[in-house]
């Protein structure tokens, strides 16, 4: 699977503002395509992905704060074979104890695999320091824009996710890939366009969820070892699921 990637432009960075809520975006779309195949994704991702100069997108709210990182650079110049990487950390300050689902979504015409992997910790360059969890591996992901749920974890919890895309075939088209969240009366989401935050309309009291990615400092070793634990849970139940 090969992909060649051009850069769609957009300025340096950009702020919504609306219903109290503030985006920033300073990173911009990518268009990928293999074969002449075209592949819109918000990621960044490899085998062995460059990550020379990663951008960032910021999607911020009263409770919701989701960060996004990309090296869109590094994805204007791929060759074929290289798949796409996009970091994501979600995370959230609530008012109330409440729960966290992260989904995804995918819409497009041009057939992806996604490995989708969680970290205790925030991502570095080299991988996931502790050791990664797989949540989906070699997975032909709906194009259908239904969100698909990854994960649910509670509100104190940092999320960091890295996706891995890749082209699955060579039929022309393209394919436009979020990350989605809501919560606490907001809904969230960020992808090639940006992103947002919305009002949901769910009571203070109802539980929440949100999508995109968030950057939490400084988690400290006694709750990423509980987030381990929580995580290793989750994979065990997952595999029971599907035996």
């Keep these: 699977m090969g992909v060649l990637a051009a850069l769609g432009g957009f300025p340096?960075?950009?702020?919504?503002?609306?219903?109290?809520?503030?985006?920033?975006?300073?990173?911009?779309?990518?268009?990928?395509s293999a074969l002449g195949l075209g592949l819109l994704v918000g990621l960044v991702v490899g085998a062995a992905p460059a990550w020379a100069a990663p951008s960032t997108q910021v999607v911020q709210g009263d409770v919701l704060r989701l960060v996004s990182v990309a090296d869109w650079d590094a994805a204007s110049?791929?060759?074929p074979g290289q798949?796409?990487?996009?970091?994501?950390?979600?995370?959230?300050?609530?008012?109330?104890?409440?729960?966290?689902?992260v989904g995804i979504s995918a819409s497009g015409d041009a057939a992806l695999v996604v490995d989708a992997l969680?970290?205790?910790?925030?991502?570095?360059?080299s991988g996931c320091?502790?050791?990664?969890?797989?949540?989906?591996?070699g997975w032909a992901i709906p194009r259908d824009g239904l969100e698909v749920q990854l994960l649910e974890t509670t509100d104190t919890e940092v999320t960091h996710l890295r996706f891995v895309i890749a082209l699955a075939g060579e039929e022309l088209g393209s394919t436009q890939v979020r990350v989605h969240a809501r919560g606490a009366g907001e809904s969230a989401v960020i992808g090639p366009d940006g992103g947002g935050l919305a009002t949901t309309?769910?009571?203070?009291?109802?539980?929440?969820?949100v999508t995109g990615g968030v950057v939490l400092v400084g988690a400290g070793l006694a709750?990423?070892?509980?987030?381990?634990?929580?995580?290793?849970?989750r994979a065990v139940t997952a595999r029971e699921g599907e035996s």
């Design 12 to 32: 340096a960075t950009e702020r919504l503002r609306g219903a109290g809520l503030m985006m920033r975006r300073t990173a911009r779309p990518v268009v990928v």
């Design 77 to 79: 110049s791929l060759l």
């Design 223 to 233: 709750s990423i070892a509980v987030h381990r634990r929580r995580m290793l849970a």
């Design 118 to 125: 969680e970290c205790a910790e925030e991502w570095e360059a």
């Design 201 to 209: 309309g769910m009571p203070p009291t109802a539980p929440w969820f």
């Design 129 to 137: 320091s502790g050791g990664a969890m797989p949540l989906k591996t």
């Design 83 to 101: 798949p796409v990487q996009w970091d994501v950390t979600v995370s959230a300050e609530a008012p109330d104890p409440g729960t966290v689902t």
